[in-house]
């Protein structure tokens, strides 16, 4: 459940904390209050593009982040975290917070961690459903039909398992597709997987050569000004009469004639021949290095056309040489595949040939259980709906499934959702044939027909959080009184948020919120404060049409119920 909501500088809301509570919360006050911002701040912890002109004027940035209570919530979230490099939670506390500035900058945070706006929605369609004055007209695509019978009936893990069978059934004809071609394009493809093939192999690639060979071939090309520059160091070292060495022999015998005056000196002629043990050290290692200065045209050659090979091979096939032999391998698996196309596509058919019997078996088992499952869900419907005001109403489901008699029946038309397609199908008068919902219905009567489904769905809903923006629109007394009966009975199961304007449906609720527009240093502030008894009283009498005695009865009399 959601339990609380910070939101700071988002329209007229300054700085505001709400702590909501369990069951059924209303939300009421006068039109432009500032109700809707609470749904705009859930929208935008929940994923929901930020619109910069909401940050409250005169502030530079604006912040939303809500709490969730999330010990019963059925979906995978530890993983979900996990696997998305996210915070655990800490005493089943879920942090979702949103903040974006003027200048652009826009970040969202999950239990601290920084993340995308894709996770965070992803996220958000495990925690809330919010169902706003124009959302129940997504009641009307046949895809969300099919997914409320689904949940009624307790059928999405077959759907799962039919959609997981599809997926496979398309990863075999991706490979099969890609063995049938014409023989002239079959014979092209062997070819250049061959040569592909065959010129990576031929390479014998190390995956860290390229670096050895750029450095020999440095030193190769530069041999004779090594050779050039070492000898020169020789030279000065040794080889001629001013040589260090020359010189330092002289400054031995200098030292010791100067020891033999001075005892004190000892230590000078030590230093020196550390000294003249450093130089012939150098000398050697000088000597050694000359030896080993290549001048050889025919290496230098070879070090060439090594490092073009490697250097042409990464042009065509990777980045590094560890992707070009990535390459290769690829390569002669798909020309293995291609030599022996016929018994892979013989493979593949018959793979294909067993998974489309057993598609065909899982969809009409799929279509059956729905069958069963459409009487039960119009009849409970058609309960919730007669209490929202359509006494007389029903709702039929009407469902056409694929069949082989079809002109155009293949596996391939078969969807992840299986064999069917629905048709809610309402009839509002006795006696008038059942008439696609789409075709019929007014804003008001589908908001009752949504909010009769969520009643009836309520128990199998895993959604936890339920919010209702003014979806009684167009409905008032008795009708109202069973809206508010409604929002009650969803409540027993999930945790409700509603929006309202009518008495009838703010009185069941366990928390009564009020916004109030208040003025404060010149500004206005949008304040939103949960209501003790005497002041719903208050409040529920404003709602009925003024604060008169008769007002005021009315609305403790809705209270008692």
Same mark, same amino acid.
């Given at each position: 459940?959601?339990?609380?909501?910070?939101?700071?500088?988002?329209?007229?809301?300054?700085?505001?904390?709400?702590?909501?509570?369990?069951?059924?919360?209303?939300?009421?006050?006068?039109?432009?209050?500032?109700?809707?911002?609470?749904?705009?701040?859930?929208?935008?912890?929940?994923?929901?593009?930020?619109?910069?002109?909401?940050?409250?004027?005169?502030?530079?940035?604006?912040?939303?982040?809500?709490?969730?209570?999330?010990?019963?919530?059925?979906?995978?979230?530890?993983?979900?975290?996990?696997?998305?490099?996210?915070?655990?939670?800490?005493?089943?506390?879920?942090?979702?917070?949103?903040?974006?500035?003027? %200048?652009?900058?826009?970040?969202?945070?999950?239990?601290?961690?920084?993340?995308?706006?894709?996770?965070?929605?992803? @996220?958000?369609?495990?925690?809330?459903?919010?169902?706003?004055?124009?959302?129940?007209?997504?009641?009307?695509?046949?895809?969300?039909?099919?997914?409320?019978?689904?949940?009624?009936?307790?059928?999405?893990?077959?759907?799962?398992?039919?959609?997981? @069978?599809?997926?496979?059934?398309?990863?075999?004809?991706?490979?099969?597709?890609?063995?049938?071609?014409?023989?002239?394009?079959?014979?092209?493809?062997?070819?250049?997987?061959?040569?592909?093939?065959?010129?990576?192999?031929?390479?014998?690639?190390?995956?860290?050569?390229?670096?050895?060979?750029?450095?020999?071939?440095?030193?190769?090309?530069?041999?004779?000004?090594?050779?050039?520059?070492?000898?020169?160091?020789?030279?000065?070292?040794?080889?001629?009469?001013?040589?260090?060495?020359?010189?330092?022999?002289?400054?031995?015998?200098?030292?010791?004639?100067?020891?033999?005056?001075?005892?004190?000196?000892?230590?000078?002629?030590?230093?020196?021949?550390?000294?003249?043990?450093?130089?012939?050290?150098?000398?050697?290692?000088? *000597?050694?290095?000359?030896?080993?200065?290549?001048?050889?045209?025919?290496? @230098?050659?070879?070090?060439?056309?090594?490092?073009?090979?490697?250097?042409?091979?990464?042009?065509?096939?990777?980045?590094?040489?560890?992707?070009?032999? *990535?390459? %290769?391998?690829?390569?002669?698996?798909?020309?293995?595949?291609?030599?022996?196309?016929?018994?892979?596509?013989?493979?593949?058919?018959?793979?294909?040939?067993?998974?489309?019997?057993?598609?065909?078996?899982?969809?009409?088992?799929?279509?059956?259980?729905?069958?069963?499952?459409?009487?039960?869900?119009?009849?409970?419907?058609? =309960?919730?709906?007669?209490?929202?005001?359509?006494?007389?109403?029903?709702?039929?489901?009407?469902?056409?499934?694929?069949?082989?008699?079809?002109?155009?029946?293949?596996?391939?038309?078969?969807?992840?959702?299986?064999?069917?397609?629905?048709?809610?199908?309402?009839?509002?008068?006795?006696?008038?044939?059942?008439?696609?919902?789409?075709?019929?219905?007014?804003?008001?009567?589908?908001?009752?027909?949504?909010?009769?489904? =969520?009643?009836?769905?309520?128990?199998?809903?895993?959604?936890?959080? @339920?919010?209702?923006?003014?979806?009684?629109?167009?409905?008032?007394?008795?009708?109202?009184?069973?809206?508010?009966?409604?929002?009650?009975?969803?409540?027993?199961?999930?945790?409700?948020?509603?929006?309202?304007?009518?008495?009838?449906?703010?009185?069941?609720? *366990?928390?009564?919120?009020?916004?109030?527009?208040?003025?404060?240093?010149?500004?206005?502030?949008?304040?939103?404060?949960?209501?003790?008894?005497?002041?719903?009283?208050?409040?529920?009498?404003?709602?009925?049409?003024?604060?008169?005695?008769?007002?005021?009865?009315?609305?403790?009399?809705?209270?008692?119920?």
């Amino acid at each position: 459940m959601l339990t609380t909501l910070r939101i700071k500088n988002l329209a007229l809301v300054a700085d505001l904390t709400l702590e909501w509570q369990p069951g059924y919360n209303v939300i009421t006050g006068e039109t432009g209050a500032g109700k809707s911002i609470l749904i705009g701040a859930l929208n935008l912890t929940l994923g929901e593009r930020a619109d910069r002109t909401l940050i409250r004027s005169g502030s530079d940035s604006c912040s939303v982040e809500a709490v969730f209570d999330v010990a019963r919530l059925k979906a995978p979230l530890q993983s979900f975290l996990e696997e998305n490099g996210l915070e655990p939670c800490e005493d089943h506390q879920l942090v979702l917070k949103r903040a974006f500035t003027s %200048g652009g900058t826009n970040r969202q945070f999950i239990n601290g961690s920084p993340t995308t706006l894709n996770i965070l929605a992803a @996220l958000g369609e495990w925690l809330v459903d919010i169902h706003g004055p124009h959302e129940h007209q997504s009641l009307l695509h046949p895809a969300r039909q099919l997914a409320i019978l689904d949940a009624f009936g307790g059928l999405d893990s077959e759907r799962e398992a039919f959609g997981d @069978l599809v997926r496979r059934r398309a990863g075999l004809e991706a490979e099969k597709t890609a063995l049938v071609v014409d023989e002239k394009t079959y014979v092209q493809q062997l070819d250049l997987l061959r040569y592909q093939a065959d010129e990576i192999s031929a390479a014998r690639l190390q995956p860290e050569e390229e670096a050895q060979v750029e450095q020999d071939h440095r030193r190769t090309s530069n041999a004779a000004k090594l050779l050039q520059l070492s000898q020169a160091a020789l030279d000065l070292l040794s080889e001629n009469e001013t040589s260090l060495l020359t010189q330092a022999g002289s400054i031995g015998r200098t030292l010791q004639e100067l020891q033999r005056v001075d005892a004190a000196a000892a230590p000078l002629l030590a230093l020196h021949e550390q000294a003249v043990s450093a130089l012939n050290e150098l000398q050697a290692e000088l *000597s050694h290095y000359s030896d080993k200065v290549d001048l050889d045209p025919a290496r @230098l050659q070879q070090l060439e056309e090594r490092l073009n090979l490697i250097h042409s091979l990464k042009r065509k096939y990777g980045a590094t040489l560890a992707e070009v032999n *990535s390459f %290769g391998e690829e390569a002669r698996r798909k020309l293995q595949s291609l030599e022996q196309r016929d018994a892979e596509l013989s493979r593949l058919n018959a793979e294909l040939q067993k998974l489309d019997a057993e598609l065909w078996r899982a969809g009409q088992a799929l279509s059956a259980k729905r069958r069963k499952v459409i009487p039960q869900l119009s009849k409970a419907a058609s =309960k919730q709906m007669a209490d929202l005001g359509f006494k007389q109403s029903r709702l039929d489901i009407a469902l056409t499934s694929l069949a082989p008699s079809d002109p155009t029946f293949h596996v391939s038309r078969f969807t992840f959702h299986g064999l069917d397609t629905i048709e809610f199908q309402f009839a509002p008068n006795p006696g008038e044939p059942a008439r696609p919902l789409r075709a019929i219905a007014s804003s008001g009567e589908l908001a009752r027909v949504m909010l009769a489904l =969520k009643t009836v769905l309520a128990a199998e809903d895993q959604i936890p959080v @339920l919010v209702f923006d003014e979806v009684d629109a167009n409905v008032g007394g008795e009708t109202a009184n069973a809206v508010g009966e409604k929002m009650q009975q969803i409540a027993q199961q999930r945790q409700v948020l509603c929006i309202t304007h009518l008495p009838q449906v703010a009185a069941p609720a *366990s928390a009564h919120y009020v916004a109030t527009k208040q003025l404060k240093d010149g500004r206005t502030v949008s304040e939103i404060s949960l209501l003790d008894p005497k002041e719903r009283v208050t409040e529920l009498a404003r709602m009925l049409g003024g604060q008169t005695d008769a007002a005021r009865r009315h609305a403790e009399a809705l209270l008692k119920g």
